[in-house]
């Protein structure tokens, strides 16, 4: 299958800090990218989806002001996370797609930890 | 909207057995759907994929089985194995698209434990 990286694999940084999380599609171009949350013991939870060239969609209830997505090419997007708080650890997974790809492929995942 | 429902939340069993994890979705008309293991703090490991026109999928000690019209997947683990203790996730399309592009709905997820 299709390989996607995500960088960096955890970060522990500072309240009121921004992050950015990186994630790749490395061996084939992803018109679409998806940004997903998942709390301690919980499932996954979709935040967005971005496709190349274009404003991400956010989810009902996620703030795009807190959390920007930027898709400028096609085998890169980022996460930043604005002003971090305690609440925003979490962790953040990735997944990439194309129209050509029968299905998403998600990446290693991101553990944020805001003190 | 899709919704995945996963039953046990939990299921601890001793090594060697069979089990059968079961999942549910509210909106049968979808292209396909996937099993995942997740390790604790780990990402997502894809395990099957079973497209809308397949009944089930097979890799190793492991088989998928998917009824569009009962809304019902399971994923059926032969021969259980210490190995095999993680988190598996059930994912389904929320929309008819015939399209990997469309949003995915995750399941809660069954923690599996196996006893050695």
């Known amino acids: 299958g299709a390989v996607v990286s995500q960088h960096p694999s955890w970060v522990i940084c500072k309240s009121g800090t921004s992050v950015k999380i990186e994630c790749r599609s490395l061996?084939?171009?992803?018109?679409?990218m998806f940004w997903y949350r998942q709390f301690p013991k919980q499932s996954l939870m979709l935040m967005a989806t971005?496709?190349?060239?274009?404003?991400?969609?956010?989810e009902q209830g996620v703030e795009k002001d807190k959390f920007l997505i930027n898709h400028a090419s096609l085998t890169l997007s980022t996460l930043t996370v604005t002003s971090a708080h305690p609440e925003d650890s979490s962790f953040y997974i990735c997944?990439?797609?194309?129209?050509?790809?029968?299905?998403?492929?998600f990446g290693p995942g991101t553990r944020l930890l805001v003190l | 909207k899709q919704e995945v429902t996963q039953i046990p939340a939990a299921l601890s069993v001793p090594e060697g057995e069979n089990l059968v994890l079961n999942c549910s979705f509210t909106?049968?008309?979808?292209?396909?759907l996937q099993w995942f293991r997740q390790d604790p703090g780990k990402g997502l490991t894809s395990l099957l994929l079973?497209?809308?026109?397949?009944r089930e999928q097979t890799s190793g000690r492991l088989n998928a089985s998917l009824d569009k019209s009962s809304g019902r997947s399971t994923l059926y683990i032969a021969a259980s194995q210490p190995g095999d203790s993680a988190t598996y996730l059930c994912?389904?399309?929320?929309?008819?698209?015939?399209?990997?592009?469309?949003?995915?709905?995750f399941g809660s997820g069954t923690r599996l434990s196996i006893r050695p």
């Open positions: 997944s990439a797609t194309a129209l050509n790809q029968e299905t998403q492929y």
């Open positions: 061996d084939f171009q992803a018109t679409t």
């Open positions: 971005s496709n190349e060239g274009s404003k991400a969609t956010y």
């Open positions: 909106d049968s008309a979808i292209y396909n």
């Open positions: 079973i497209q809308s026109s397949q």
């Open positions: 994912a389904a399309p929320n929309d008819w698209g015939y399209s990997s592009a469309s949003k995915i709905i």
